[in-house]
């Protein structure tokens, strides 16, 4: 079974810091580009960080650049964001995605998130 499982959230101060990882299973990450998204109540989705599949180039949203940092270990088949300097605009359900597209398919896998509060 193809599966993301997100864990590391919780309740932080602004200006604290979490690391969150997104165990995948069924299939290979270093295969796909991975990417967290984050969604707030009565907010769309929004892309927060990627890597792609090919190698270590990454991409952030601006609201995020020099705060987060996403990182892959391959042998652990794991992807990680690693969250400083916290504000309460990152509250938000954060979601592991892994995304390829291929000659015969499209393939878009999701976790059920992991909840992030920023608060004091």
């Known amino acids: 079974q193809l599966q993301l499982v997100e864990s590391g959230g919780g309740l932080v101060q602004p200006g604290g810091f979490l690391r969150l990882s997104c165990a995948a299973s069924?299939?290979?990450?270093?295969?796909?580009?991975m990417r967290w998204y984050r969604q707030a109540p009565g907010k769309e989705r929004e892309l927060v960080a990627g890597i792609i599949s090919t190698g270590s180039n990454t991409n952030y949203a601006d609201s995020v650049k020099g705060r987060f940092t996403i990182s892959r270990d391959n042998a652990k088949n794991t992807v990680y964001l690693q969250m400083n300097s916290l504000k309460p605009e990152d509250t938000a359900v954060y979601y592991c995605n892994a995304h390829r597209i291929s000659i015969l398919n499209i393939y878009d896998y999701w976790g059920q998130g992991t909840q992030v509060t920023v608060s004091s």
């Open positions: 069924g299939f290979t990450v270093s295969d796909y580009d």
